[in-house]
């Protein structure tokens, strides 16, 4: 019998020849992530939580106690029981005194790719049962772009999942052009299970074809072929302004598709307008946009003339939306490629994230895989998911998100499960502010992580490894029997169990469970599943079947994908979700809502940060803050992997050789990163794949500040700024980041391996 499991990274085949079972790449993988491998190894690791706890203030003196101390106090460890009486009667208390609406329930969905132990489909079930709680809407990850592209092309969830497939591109596309490349170390994960790692050979099978690759923005080494690319630097954040000169060199010069604006779309007047000036006075030309961009107007003005003669891709990645008006990119683009006329066509067209996971670009089926039921919410209330901290910090005031007012919601109580806000949030100075508002924060974690040091009740969680699930994700083509491989650590227990244990405890135990235990809800949800394929024309398995082999592959039923092919074949039979059923370039609806920050059309703003700004006199360089290599998000920094990328323990920032020179710092240098908003530490790296004035620092160095708060970690968002995206999204604008940097004294990295202190009970 063959043994699986599998992670976000991939698929493992599990080895049990040896003193410990090993995690060997899948078989059927050509270019298998290394990170998955290293879960063994940590699952005994130091960080391990393996006790129920509680922040001794807490503990002492009653839910609101010291708020100031979370973070920087000791815990005591409690019995179960005791954990969970205290915990069942907070969430009674806050309910009754409160109501639901009083409750947070925060994940971020990524601690495991089993569909079972999901641990946001856990809480957020475990809540609605309870009548509900306060909810996030949208992802850091592409907060802008799923609100703005349902107004104008589709939802994000049908774009991701019908992506034109590498070999269509091999075949049909003549050039490519990226803003923002197609980084290959994103493609390292699905959400889910990544199956067969196909970004690789897609991007060598376009250098063999002969595509002409073409990359814009600031960094040069991530989009890579095995051939030549031609890089075009590009300030930060101003991809819209060049986006939008190109778009006014094909009107001004008759090389768009009038046939294609006139069927397809709807609002290329409005747009004209705007792009020749008539409605703003400021024509839209390459060298109004040279002064933005810093891209000499002929480089756009010839870009744009081959971009018509040719089958040409323009894909963008999901960094550009996560910006100061981070809508505008996603929207430019997608008027840049109806101008161009190929949407629909194969090899041509659009990308919304080409690179950004590994499933775009996949001719798997679309087929989503188990999904547990999380039942109804009796909440109204919500916010988008990068405002926790004004929500946290301006109960009762109002917000604007997608053309209505919201006012944030007055939180005592958090449930954080499945995810790190001291991770993925911005600013984090400012949200260790916010986190002391609430009366009380519980978190189900594995590891001692800042989550878990900033919570009052911590209940240690199991890993991936340490239970049953199955593993499945849209067009990733396998369904995985994730079976369990090693003996939870300590007292740790599923989030299932936890959730069935305070469930009791506040009388709703039927409702959560529905008297099933874990093996019950896998044959559960594989059986919908199954069904739910068969309905798609996909055959699966029986479940004992599907348990006994380990590996369900889809694979065989590949089909090449072109993105909106079907409306472009027939718009009338197959329109778009869009309120005309075409693609808006100017959008009635949007343009309604009367926000100053998006107008009804795709348009230029001036970033909040940029180093077009007077800023740049104090904070001259623009940080980018990336997906990391080694880990995903801030899982597995304790890994050795991940600390094998790090120097003397700190992690890496990328700056140019020239600006790396005027300031003296060599390669290896202990540096400090600063800004009005914080300060942190990492290692120098002088490259020349970097344009002059941008500096990078990879996302999910665990946040360690010191005593002065300065982080010691080497985490970016303790410098990002905290502010939503606009008025229509409130997305993360991590990108929108200045600072300075210099050298800084040497000193010992933070104690990674070293969990909180214990004390006894007082």
């Avoid at 329930?105 to 990524?110: C, L, N």
């Avoid at 107004?151 to 049908?158: D, G, N, Q, T, W």
Wanted: charged share 20%; with cysteine; hydrophobic share 40%.
């Amino acid at each position: 019998m063959t043994h699986y499991t599998a992670s976000h990274w991939g698929i493992y085949r599990v080895r049990n020849d040896g003193a410990a079972p090993r995690l060997d790449p899948y078989e059927g993988d050509p270019d298998p992530s290394p990170i998955g491998a290293h879960q063994v190894a940590l699952n005994d690791a130091p960080l391990r939580i393996r006790r129920p706890a509680v922040r001794k203030s807490w503990l002492e003196q009653g839910p609101g106690a010291a708020p100031h101390l979370r973070g920087r106090e000791p815990f005591v460890e409690l019995e179960w029981d005791e954990a969970l009486d205290l915990a069942a009667a907070e969430i009674a208390r806050v309910r009754t005194a409160h109501g639901n609406e009083a409750i947070f329930g925060g994940s971020y969905g990524w601690s495991s790719a089993g569909r079972f132990h999901h641990a946001q489909s856990q809480v957020h079930r475990f809540l609605n049962m309870l009548g509900g709680y306060v909810r996030s809407v949208d992802t850091y990850s592409l907060g802008a772009g799923m609100v703005i592209l349902p107004h104008i092309l589709a939802s994000v969830r049908e774009t991701n999942a019908g992506h034109t497939s590498w070999d269509v591109l091999a075949a049909h596309t003549e050039l490519f052009v990226a803003f923002g490349g197609v980084p290959h170390k994103n493609t390292q994960i699905s959400s889910g299970g990544a199956a067969d790692h196909r970004a690789r050979a897609g991007l060598a099978g376009l250098a063999a074809a002969g595509v002409e690759m073409v990359n814009i923005g600031p960094v040069r080494d991530n989009l890579e072929t095995g051939g030549d690319v031609r890089w075009i630097p590009l300030r930060p954040n101003t991809d819209t302004a060049m986006m939008l000169a190109l778009c006014e060199t094909l009107r001004a010069e008759g090389l768009g598709d009038a046939d294609f604006l006139a069927r397809y779309t709807v609002g290329f007047d409005r747009f004209a307008a705007y792009l020749d000036g008539s409605a703003d006075g400021v024509r839209k030309t390459p060298e109004w946009a040279e002064a933005i961009t810093g891209v000499p107007a002929e480089t756009t003005r010839a870009l744009a003339r081959r971009m018509a003669a040719r089958r040409t891709m323009v894909n963008v990645t999901w960094s550009l939306q996560r910006a100061a008006h981070g809508e505008q990119p996603f929207w430019a683009v997608v008027a840049l490629t109806a101008i161009l006329g190929q949407i629909g066509l194969p090899g041509g067209g659009v990308g919304l994230g080409y690179g950004a996971m590994n499933a775009l670009g996949s001719a798997h089926p679309s087929f989503p895989g188990p999904t547990l039921p999380q039942g109804r919410n009796g909440v109204s209330a919500f916010i988008p998911v990068a405002r926790i901290a004004d929500m946290l910090l301006k109960p009762g005031e109002p917000f604007t998100y997608n053309g209505k007012t919201h006012r944030y919601p007055d939180i005592r109580l958090v449930y954080w499960a499945g995810g790190n806000p001291f991770h993925h949030h911005q600013d984090l100075g400012r949200l260790r502010k916010a986190w002391e508002a609430p009366d009380t924060i519980l978190t189900n974690e594995q590891v001692w992580n800042a989550a878990a040091r900033h919570a009052d009740i911590v209940f240690p969680a199991t890993t991936t490894l340490e239970r049953d699930d199955i593993g499945a994700a849209v067009r990733e083509g396998h369904v995985i029997a994730m079976k369990k491989v090693l003996e939870p650590v300590g007292e740790a227990r599923d989030d299932y169990r936890i959730f069935c244990d305070l469930s009791r405890r506040l009388g709703t135990l039927d409702a959560f469970s529905e008297g099933l235990d874990e093996m019950g809800w896998l044959r559960r949800l594989y059986g919908e599943s199954a069904a739910a394929a068969g309905a798609l024309g996909l055959d699966l398995p029986a479940f004992e079947t599907f348990w006994q082999d380990g590996i369900v592959s889809l694979a065989g039923q590949d089909k090449p994908v072109t993105m909106l092919a079907d409306f472009r074949t027939a718009p009338e039979d197959a329109p778009l979700k869009t309120p005309s059923g075409k693609i808006e370039i100017f959008s009635e609806t949007i343009d309604g809502f009367g926000l100053e920050d998006c107008p009804g059309h795709p348009a230029w703003f001036e970033p909040f940060e940029w180093l077009g700004a007077e800023a740049v006199a104090a904070y001259p360089l623009h940080l980018l803050s990336d997906q990391p290599v080694r880990r995903l998000h801030s899982q597995l920094d304790h890994s050795p992997h991940s600390q094998d990328g790090k120097i003397g323990g700190r992690e890496p920032v990328y700056i140019s050789e020239a600006d790396a020179a005027a300031r003296g710092i060599a390669h290896g240098d202990t540096v400090e990163l600063f800004n009005d908003r914080g300060r942190c530490l990492a290692a120098a790296i002088p490259t020349a794949d970097l344009m002059p004035g941008v500096v990078r620092l990879a996302t999910g160095a665990w946040y360690a500040p010191d005593e002065t708060g300065q982080d010691q970690g080497g985490n970016p968002n303790a410098l990002t700024l905290d502010r939503g995206a606009s008025g229509l999204s409130q997305g993360c604008a991590a990108q929108t980041c200045l600072v300075e940097i210099r050298r800084a004294p040497d000193a010992p990295p933070h104690p990674l391996a070293t969990p909180p202190p214990f004390v006894a009970r007082g």
